[in-house]
């Protein structure tokens, strides 16, 4: 995945996904939140049965992946959230000061054994694979032998995960202790990501045995690591319905692809004057990363749900919220841009539409079945022990 980012950021076909920016003074707050951390989130205190790894990612507070399934769980599970990249749930545990310390000391690079001369003779694209190595696979090992001993401490029978292909050290160390391992959706998957996609479902070291899904549509649209189940959950967060304002467009940004997509919007907004055109920033993008045209409304505040609820149009590329719009009642256009491809099945199947040009907004589809992909949750009032 590292990789993969490195060569769509060196072609120049994507910006930066999730763009991480610190300061000086974040740096140092940090440090002196791990070296707290060690004492007031020591994981290894207490007992637990079970483990929940949350996405570090909380609109207005609430981490709206595993919210119902630690409620399910309730004191059984130690919340493992890290507060590297993101604020930790309260009453959560986190182990960042080893996070941090395993990264810090290592070889300059590694023997990549030829393949950073091999992708680069393939892509034209030279990305530093043996840096990436000497760094990440000690970090991986260290971290995987300490979680090894926390999940033992426990004797932990689940760990459920959100983004499991970048916690692979704890999904590592549960599996080397034959411990049942969940990962629980969090965006949008296709034949295209890396972290769900192996054509032809071969054996992938590191992979959790299942995956609850928000709808059935995810769990066949991409080839899952051999011995990896699916099973439909549903989700519980999307807004209930309300009043449709027929002119509102939401535009929904990506880091990957926004400056492309502000075109897009500005494009739409000159073909469609009546039409009130919202340019929505994903989390990770600062409203100082664009220059906003006349005829386009920036949006930062609030939620992006709430917003879509109440838009009739929407347009993006591959973010999951195109598909969380389609389940709130927008009428779905997909830009042409580097990652429509994402969005191919809905496309064929006339629930959304591939725009190539901006006359083309107000002929977006409907989708006619969005149980689909956002089914009603299965985890509400689940027991303890179901969860189990």
């Known amino acids: 995945m590292r990789i993969f980012h490195q060569l769509t950021r060196r072609t120049g076909i994507h910006g930066a996904s999730h763009p991480v920016r610190r300061t000086p003074y974040d740096k140092a707050r940090l440090v002196s939140r791990h070296a707290t951390g060690l004492v007031t989130r020591n994981p290894f205190l207490g007992r637990y049965d079970a483990v929940v790894v949350p996405h570090p990612r909380k609109p207005g507070g609430v981490e709206i992946y595993t919210d119902e399934l630690r409620k399910a769980l309730g004191p059984r ?3 493992l959230d890290s507060g590297i990249n993101g604020t930790p749930l309260a009453g959560s545990r986190n182990l960042d000061f080893f996070t941090s310390a395993a990264g810090a000391v290592h070889k300059r690079r590694l023997d990549d054994r030829g ?3 091999a992708l680069e003779e393939l892509t034209g694209v030279s990305v530093p694979v043996g840096a990436l190595l000497a760094r990440e696979v000690p970090k991986h090992r260290r971290l995987r032998a300490l979680y090894r001993v926390l999940l033992r401490r426990h004797r932990i029978k689940t760990v459920y995960v959100v983004v499991a292909y970048f916690h692979q050290h704890i999904v590592g160390a549960a599996r080397d202790l034959g411990i049942r391992v ?3 959706q969090h965006g949008a998957i296709s034949p295209f990501h890396l972290g769900y996609s192996y054509p032809g479902r071969p054996a992938v070291a590191d992979q959790p045995d299942e995956l609850w899904c928000f709808g059935s549509y995810w769990t066949d649209v991409a080839d899952l690591p051999a011995g990896m189940s699916t099973s439909v959950i549903g989700a519980s967060y999307l807004p209930g319905a309300t009043q ?13 692809i926004g400056a492309e997509l502000l075109h897009v919007a500005e494009s739409v907004a000159k073909e469609h004057p009546a039409v009130d055109v919202v340019f929505r920033l994903h989390p990770s993008e600062r409203a100082s990363d664009y220059t906003i045209p006349a005829g386009v409304r920036l949006s930062t505040a609030g939620s ?6 109440s838009a009739t149009y929407q347009v993006g590329v591959s973010t999951t919220a195109l598909f969380e719009g389609m389940a709130l009642g927008c009428r779905t256009a997909v830009a042409n841009l580097p990652g429509h491809e994402y969005l191919e099945r809905p496309i064929g199947r006339g629930h959304a539409m591939l725009m190539t040009n901006p006359t083309q907004l107000t002929a977006a589809p409907l989708c006619p079945d969005p149980a689909t992909y956002y089914a009603p949750s299965k985890l509400s009032g689940l027991t303890a022990d179901h969860a189990q």
Do not use: N, R
């Open 77 to 79: 599970a130690l919340i």
């Open 115 to 117: 393949v950073g001369a």
């Open 244 to 256: 449709k304002d027929p002119k509102l467009a939401v535009f929904l940004s990506q880091g990957t």
């Open 304 to 309: 992006t749900l709430e917003l879509l609820a």
């Open 182 to 184: 969940v990962e629980l």
